[in-house]
């Protein structure tokens, strides 16, 4: 075969050229202005660092949005990337292919679900999660009008039914009328909780939150409130839902982040850091919940020997290289740093809250600083970060991250705040 050859216009730069169009131009050009996007266009990465298109090199602590769990450039995704897109990158739902079977096996041998469903993204995830409630409440409990309840602040996905899933307004403006059947309630509230529970009584099927609530804020659940919905969800025989998609694949410090709550799901959901970066998602039920049958739910790339042939490749690293133990430990390191911080700041840093390598800085209501101001410094400094609400500063790296990196990034936050300070 004859090598292609592609006609390269003269006035345009090769591709691989750090002086290429301009992408921030060419995007708002093209792309739909659906993101508040920071004004620098990445190019490169290799662990946790990233480079832009001037060359200007940055630590990553946003990970894609705690997703690339093996940071960039990993070896063992490189190689599974490879080999698979060589051997048999996609097939069909309609056939068997041995990747999806194996990465379902590692999860219900590393989880308390017994069967998994494979798709793209967390909303789909958790699509699929509300779905499978539904089915659960008109075939096993009788309920023909269900109702689901999800937490204040919450935050389950864009698509109709995962957007109405989400407790905040704010993602419900303009896209009414929205989806039937769901309810909310404060987040580690227990007395709210039973009263939802007694007003929807005989409609009920399942309670959807998240361990830790990532987006609304990196506020944790309660272990007593936690399982006091366990109790309620037994003794009515209806769903908890734990939404991982954020916090589980070992960023809470182990694996899945219901295990910091003493409590077990009947389903739980998984993405965001599952394929490290790959898009998949996954949906998790344990066996007295598994009501769907052929026919009643679907994906065409959910679950292709591609994603999960990496994702399998993720969760191998994570155990091989003892990265949820990694997690807990720089953690703890990321939040003794982050507290010393806001001991120096009363002034504009309220607390530092965060499981594992999920961690909040948590500005002062009164100061005038917003995540966005301290986001934006980061990045003058050499430091990307990621907001979660108007107050609050995520740090969500790749779970390889080193103790030098957290310093690094450490005293960058501190030059940061302290350039408000003055
Ligand atoms: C990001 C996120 C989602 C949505 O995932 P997408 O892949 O963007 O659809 C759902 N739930 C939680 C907790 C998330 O953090």
Known sequence: MSPITLEVQPQQAPIDSHISPDTITEFNE????TYARFPIALERGEGCRVWDNTGKEYLDFVAGIATCTLGHAHPAMVKSVTEQIQTLHHASNLFYFAPQGQLAKWLVQNSCADKAFFC????????GAIKLARKYAHTKLGIDNPVILTANASFHGRTLATV?????????????????GFDYIPYNDIAALETAVT??????C????????GEGGVNPGDRAYFARIREICDEKKILLIIDEVQVGMGRSGMLWGYENLGIQPDVFTSAKGLG??????AMMCKAHCNVFEP????????GNPFACAVALSVCNTMVNDNLIANARERGQQL???LQAICDRYPQHIASVRGWGLIDGLVLQESSNIQARDVVAAGIEHGLLLVPAGVKVVRFVPPLIVSAAEIEQALAIVDQAIASFAS
């Open 120 to 127: 793209n993204s967390g909303a789909e995830a958790n699509e």
């Open 30 to 33: 093209y792309v739909m202005n």
């Open 335 to 337: 939040r003794t740093g």
């Open 276 to 281: 490290g970066g790959i898009p998949i998602g």
């Open 164 to 180: 109405t899933a989400t407790g905040q307004p704010k993602y419900h403006k303009n896209f009414a009328p929205l989806v039937q």
């Open 206 to 213: 399942a309670i959807m939150l998240e361990p830790l609530q």
């Open 199 to 204: 007003k929807y009584e005989g409609r009920l």
């Open 295 to 302: 026919g009643d739910h679907a994906s065409t790339f959910g």
